[in-house]
């Protein structure tokens, strides 16, 4: 193992860090706690401050080999944070799709009946109902 500077070793540490406030972020985001995801924001931020200060940039980390574990930790802090983002985003697109349905039922200027067909004929809501 080779030695490890003190700078590595804080990368290291915060990398931890970051690890753990992504698994509560996800906690959070299971659970709907909308408060709690909030007070982690600013905590990741910093994290992610602190971390680009130490780290080198990506261009020498991939030929410094004492950064190796470094740099596999972040690769599995940018999995995390991408399956957190996958959850932000069906959540989001499931009140979309509520939002959408709701708007839809709100609407009495269309009406839609079925023919004797079976199709489904509009009627607008100014007609009445007599010519359904």
Known sequence: ????????????????????????????????NLDEFEGLQPVKGELLLEIAKLAPPATDLQAKVEWQDFREMMM??????RRNEILIERRLDAIRGTLQSLRIQDNPSQIEVYNRLGHIARFSGARGYDEA
């Open 1 to 32: 193992m080779l030695p490890q500077s003190p700078e590595l070793k804080r990368a290291l540490e915060l990398a931890t860090q970051l690890n753990q406030m992504l698994e509560l972020e996800f906690k959070a985001l299971r659970e709907q």
């Open 76 to 81: 599995a802090c940018r999995e995390l944070h």
